[in-house]
């Protein structure tokens, strides 16, 4: 279904998008929601349930309709125009609401003089959320199955949160995340059934000094039959299932989100970077692998692109096996 912003004016109806998938194997239906908003405007992303994964976030023009009103044709004849904004999938994974200022949000002008529009795709997903405040003890637990971090951020990002008491200088900032909150939570808490992580910029950087914190996490439950195959860069990860059964892919990653793992003889300046995210991972090895008995995918930039240059990358895929 696409959404479109009540205060921006210029949206013009769209087809409707309906993906319906299956995590899982539970019968949850989850639908994919499309946000196209005009360059200036603010977008909004929402969950009534669940949390927010961002499918794909771009900025740029591939209609000349879309956004056009009031604007010469100079500004829209260009549709050859797109460029990813990895600054959606940072601030809004994880949370059941995320409003952005589109202003300066792309990583560059993809192409100058035309008016350009945002075109997000997102799913809710169903994952436990846990929050909390600065020099607490942040608690995980899995009933059933062992956790799995899906998000984790260690700063502030609006003002209500962790606010009681609290000077209203030190929650005006609400564009403050954490480079490396991701890491120290998953490194503690991945294959657990509990676990507590102590919030504080002793165990996370302060990114954003005089700022009142708080360390909001997302995670799943993954049942004991999830497998999971990691292997570095420029090696070929493969993935088998039983007779009679198929590959039914949970997540994947091509990048780098610890600085330890496939970390041998590599230099630090590799290993570096730990917010390292292929934004086509879920969807090469979909489409790859899914529905197959066995499959193998080579971990590479040809097959996902470079995500972080300079960083020595790897492939994490989880993925169960059910009746074909």
Do not use: W
Request: glycine share 6%.
């Amino acid at each position: 279904m696409y959404t479109f912003d009540s205060n921006n004016r210029t949206m013009i109806p769209l087809s409707v998008l309906l993906l319906t998938l299956v995590l899982l194997n539970s019968r949850l239906l989850i639908s994919a929601e499309t946000v196209v908003t005009c360059d200036g405007f603010d977008q909004l992303l929402s969950c009534d349930t669940g949390v927010i994964s961002v499918q794909s976030a771009t900025c740029g023009r591939t209609s000349s309709q879309i956004c056009s009103v009031g604007r010469p044709p100079s500004e829209t004849s260009n549709t050859h125009c797109s460029i990813d904004v990895p600054a959606v999938f940072k601030r809004c994974n994880g949370l059941r609401e995320c409003e952005l200022n589109t202003v300066g949000l792309a990583p560059k002008d993809p192409c100058f003089g035309t008016y350009k529009y945002y075109t997000t795709n997102y799913i809710c997903i169903p994952a436990e959320i846990s929050v909390t405040c600065h020099s607490g003890y942040s608690y995980l637990k899995c009933d059933n199955g062992k956790i799995q971090v899906n998000t984790a951020n260690y700063g502030r990002t609006d003002k209500t949160t962790c606010s009681e008491g609290r000077p209203s200088e030190q929650l005006q900032n609400t564009n403050c995340y954490s480079p490396n909150a991701l890491a120290p939570v998953s490194k503690s808490c991945n294959g657990l059934k509990s676990c507590e992580v102590f919030v504080t910029h002793t165990v996370f950087t302060d990114p954003c000094v005089g700022t009142y914190k708080y360390l909001a996490i997302s995670y799943y439950c993954i049942p004991s039959e999830v497998r999971s195959s990691l292997v570095c860069e420029h090696e070929t990860s493969a993935m088998t299932c039983d007779d009679g059964t198929v590959i039914r892919i949970h997540s994947a990653n091509y990048g780098r989100t610890d600085s330890t793992t496939c970390s041998t003889g590599r230099p630090a300046s590799q290993l570096a970077k730990t917010d390292c995210y292929a934004l086509n991972s879920q969807t090469v090895v979909t489409s790859g692998c899914e529905g197959k008995n066995s499959c193998s995918i080579l971990a590479s930039n040809s097959v996902f692109s470079d995500p972080c240059v300079g960083t020595f990358k790897y492939l994490y895929i989880s993925y169960f096996c059910e009746p074909k």
